[in-house]
């Protein structure tokens, strides 16, 4: 479980961010501690460099059957509906072998290489996380690794073999030389040093996301106004129509018709100021979060304390994607969580939007529970944003939410005029 976090811890982020210790190089930046010289006397280092190069023929091997057999049966099948899955599955897997592979050099070459930031596959449908793997660089040179290391790793074990057997005196050189051009090809093929790559692959999907999205926001539309409002005016129509006929020769039932035909255009009306307020509520406009949120907040059936500390607003979109975000949970709190009180607390910290919401209800929400947090997350992800659900068995649950910080443009905010309309 995450930890819950409080309005009062707000100079921390939502979410724990990846750092570094003191004197530790930047994300993806590879450097090798300093070794001690290679001497004919063996030394602790000379001796894990010898383990290192022996050790180089039996996972060069295993590596090397896995990329060619991963890569021929995917792209094989790639023809069938089962090759493409295959494929995306040998690369994820095919990370695990890369993150051994640096653990390895870390230990026994004293190579300081981080960790490549994990794939964004968490909540999102199956074919956005295949085309994550089938597009995720660091899978791609993990493989290419484990292909060129093979011949080299035959060498290496062939020289050390030799060197253990024959050439004693010499072998503490030639492990040294024989291992710099291991962490040469650590750093080249298997550091995370082009983390471009990994946010080009990563924003491409996202672009799916929110295209997906968009597109299932206007369907949603055009069913609301097909099956709702339209439908009522069709029949209001209809109505009128018959009311006209039967004017003259039926005053009374005429009269009857066109009273349900006024009733029939108040529901119209409130439906169509429902579905306005589905795609972009005017408080939100003219008035911001703060008050949108606090009329989202009077329509929860259980009663919910409203907090916002922000100073200024934040642009539109951002806004409009965490009035959203607010709106849906709160649905979540009245239809699933049992609760009997609920909080949001809004805030900035540094250039992140923060949004958390905490009911005290029954708990065990989970991003695949069926009650909308995976489209969340994805919402969110697609603008890179973050999303993190604590809700152990039994309550309480807390969403928090994260969003970039952008600033409004200057001119944006309605007029009097607007705001009037």
Sequence with gaps: MTARMTPSARNRDATARGGRTAGEPAGGEATTEALPPARVA?????????????????????????????????????????????????????????????????????????????????????????????????????????????PWAVFTFAVTLLGLVALWPVLPFVARALTNVDRMMVRGLLCPSDELERRIAELESDRGVVVDTAAADLRRIERDLHDGAQARLVNLAMGLGLAKEKLLEDPDTAA?????????????????????????????????LDAALSSVATRCTVPVRVTTELGSRPAAAIEGIAYFTVSELLQNVSKHSRA?????????????????????????????????????????GAVDGLFVVDSPAGGPTTVTAELPWRDREPGRSPSPAQRRR
């Design 42 to 150: 063996f030394e602790p280092q000379t001796w894990r460099e010898i383990s290192h190069l022996l050790l180089n023929l039996p996972m060069g091997l295993l590596g090397f059957v896995y990329a060619v057999v991963s890569l021929a049966v995917g792209a094989g099948l790639s023809v069938t509906a089962v090759g493409l899955p295959l494929l995306a599955l040998g690369l994820l897997a095919g990370r695990r072998l890369g993150s051994v592979e640096r653990a390895r050099a870390r230990r026994l070459l004293k190579v300081r290489v981080d960790e490549p930031s994990a794939l964004p596959l968490r909540g999102r449908p199956w074919w956005t996380r295949m085309r994550t793997c089938l597009t995720d660089p660091v899978g791609w040179r993990t493989m290419l690794y484990q292909v060129v290391r093979m």
């Design 256 to 288: 009857a018709m066109v009273e349900e035909a006024h009733g029939e255009v108040k529901l119209a009306l409130q439906e169509l100021r429902d579905l306005a307020r589905g795609i972009h509520p005017a408080v939100l406009t003219d008035r911001g």
């Design 340 to 380: 009997t009180r609920a909080s949001i607390d809004v805030w900035r910290s540094e250039n992140r939007l923060l949004l958390q919401v905490t009911d005290n209800g029954i708990g065990g929400a989970t991003l695949d529970g069926g009650t909308g947090m995976a489209g969340l997350a994805e919402r969110l």
